[in-house]
């Protein structure tokens, strides 16, 4: 197939056209399909399809998200579980079954849910030729100018190509974190003011919560929903402000309950990576629960030994922000 059959594809992509719950803004249409298929050329522009197979990744579901947030209210979720399943009938978009599922996969509805999806399928493909197609960046532009100008308000459009730029900033500023990281053998202030913070908060984000697979450092609780949503947070051990570091390793993987009160200087970690817990947490009228019980665990560190916490982080913060006594 060529390049404008795909064009024809992309513009004329079937939505729910509900004028009660779609507003002009995404031109009285569901925006799933086109959010969706902007984060997949993302995906392409950061190298990270190299087969043509299209998994439901947290870092896809995040994209997407992204995106939603742009054009929805907050209050508002978007579930990639629509668009990832129905874009099927675009005909461009292959749904692959595991071995042996394939008739489960045949009467599946999405009312299901996501992780019932998840069991049947390694993914989604596409054509061939629209894979090839989208290994170029010329045709990757090609087709996000028609997805925003056909499905988004003018308004919206500035504000979807800034994203883009935005995700592809952050995947390369990730990867900057990570080379350093491996190479730079002594503790490193960088200065990176002239990076715009979304580019910085998305690609340290990116580099902590997966270096920590999703687990939290201090508890250990490692949950993602079925539509991809993780528990935990990127936090940085010497703040933002203070630092100006993103160096992984002064970073953390934390869940919303410790990461506050990490903050809040009520946990720390020993120059030997064991917990510890500020007498304040005990105290009347407190009722801290599990939270007691860490003290004297170890760090549940990285999977990759390299981006383990400095000490001189953990140091600096168990000295400026922990309640010792």
Same mark, same amino acid.
């Given at each position: ?10 513009? @004329? ?5 509900? !004028? ?51 054009? @929805?209210?907050?209050?508002? !979720?978007?579930? =990639? ?14 749904? &692959? ?35 090839? &197609? ?18 988004? *308000? ?30 730079? &053998? ?13 580019? !910085? ?9 997966? *270096?920590?697979?999703? !687990?939290? *450092? ?19 051990? =010497? ?45 009347? %009228? ?11 665990? %170890? ?27």
């Amino acid at each position: 197939m060529t390049m404008e059959h795909y064009i024809q594809r992309f513009a @004329r992509l079937n939505a729910n056209k509900n !004028r009660k719950m779609w507003t002009a803004v995404t031109t009285h249409r569901a925006p799933h399909k086109p959010l969706l298929l902007l984060a997949v050329l993302d995906l392409f522009a950061q190298d990270s399809l190299t087969t043509n197979l299209i998994e439901l990744s947290p870092e896809l579901v995040e994209i997407f998200d992204l995106y939603w947030h742009k054009v @929805r209210p907050p209050s508002q !979720r978007g579930s =990639i579980l629509y668009p990832f399943y129905y874009l099927q009938s675009e005909g461009f978009w292959h749904l &692959l079954p595991h071995p042996g599922q394939e008739s489960a996969l045949a009467v599946y509805r999405p009312n299901a849910g996501l992780s019932a999806l998840n069991t049947l399928i390694l993914g989604a493909t596409l054509d061939d030729d629209l894979y090839w &197609l989208l290994c170029t960046s010329e045709s990757r532009h090609l087709l996000r100018t028609v997805l925003i100008d056909t499905y988004f *308000a003018p308004e919206l459009h500035a504000l979807l190509l800034e994203q883009g730029a935005v995700n592809a900033a952050a995947y390369q500023y990730s990867q900057e974190l990570l080379t350093k990281a491996h190479t730079v &053998l002594k503790e490193s202030t960088q200065e990176v003011n002239d990076i715009p913070p979304p580019v !910085r908060d998305q690609g340290f984000r990116r580099v902590i919560v997966r *270096a920590y697979d999703h !687990r939290c *450092a201090i508890c250990g609780v490692r949950i993602l929903t079925a539509d991809g949503h993780t528990a935990v947070a990127a936090a940085h051990i =010497i703040p933002w402000s203070v630092s100006h570091n993103d160096d992984p390793r002064n970073g953390l993987a934390l869940c919303h309950l410790c990461h506050w009160t990490f903050d809040q200087g009520l946990v720390t970690f020993s120059d030997q990576y064991q917990v510890k817990t500020s007498p304040q947490l005990a105290s009347t %009228p407190n009722l801290p629960g599990h939270l007691l019980t860490f003290a004297g665990r %170890p760090l549940i560190g990285p999977m990759d030994e390299a981006l383990r916490p400095f000490v001189d982080s953990i140091r600096w913060h168990r000295q400026e922000v922990f309640h010792g006594r």
